[in-house]
């Protein structure tokens, strides 16, 4: 063990951010993101650096983030979906006890 109490791999200094979501311009995973690097504050995938620093959306990065909010709206719907079921079935059952099935 190192002197901090864990040993991690050999370039990693921690457990990895699990709030760590898409890239807020392309939408893409961080390890994939395709946004370049911001000349002014060396930042990826800053959407501050496209109002601020001068940057201009590549038609890949709009496509990219297209696709991932058409993504997320499916998602979206098949869990109301799916919730709606739920709660149907639910109420057909409403007066027997789940232990008894």
Known sequence: MTNFGWSYPAGCSGVPADDEGP???C???PFRCICPEC???SVHGDPNCYKEH???LTEEQRQSRQKYEANMEAEARAEAEWA???AAANA???GENPAHR
């Open 23 to 25: 890239c807020e311009v």
């Open 27 to 29: 939408g893409l995973d």
């Open 39 to 41: 000349p002014e504050c």
């Open 54 to 56: 001068g940057l201009v």
């Open 84 to 86: 709606e079921a739920e």
């Open 92 to 94: 057909g059952n409403a």
